[in-house]
């Protein structure tokens, strides 16, 4: 393994280079793999093909206000968790608040303010695929 800031090997188990001290996985100048140097822009190393940066989840990106009002408003219902594929946990809350007659309403309603809150404040940045929401 290389260190991405300054190119010198390193130990597969180090956290950081004992040489400039940057951590493990910062930077991307030099190739993790061979040690090769990089542009910054680039996906893959040109000399061994290894992959420099993680790559990005694709799809459409959902709305933060959207989910958090929804959150906020029907948190309840766990719609909310429709909305950004959390089916799971969107069930779960549906559930929940139906099979109790709306006396576990009071638990999820508290549940769906919380995430709505997250979500608002970035605390909750991505749908369940992975892909960030937008503002």
């Not at 996985?25 to 940066?53: E, H, I, Q, R």
């Not at 608040?97 to 638990?107: D, E, K, P, Q, S």
């Not at 709505?116 to 695929?129: C, F, N, Q, R, V």
């Amino acid at each position: 393994m290389f260190c991405r800031n300054c190119g010198a090997e390193m130990d597969p188990n180090a956290s950081v280079c004992v040489k400039c001290g940057v951590n493990v996985g910062k930077c991307a100048s030099y190739c993790p793999n061979c040690g090769a140097p990089t542009d910054a822009n680039a996906s893959c190393c040109v000399k061994c093909g290894s992959a420099l940066k993680p790559p990005v989840p694709q799809g459409e990106q959902k709305s933060k206000v959207l989910a958090g009002l929804l959150g906020i408003l029907l948190g309840s219902l766990g719609i909310h968790n429709f909305y950004l594929g959390n089916t799971g946990k969107a069930v779960a809350q549906l559930l929940i608040t139906l099979l109790t007659c709306g006396m576990g309403g009071i638990v999820t309603s508290i549940w769906g303010l919380v995430e709505g809150i997250m979500i608002l404040t970035g605390s909750i940045s991505t749908d369940a695929k992975g892909v960030p929401l937008k503002d």
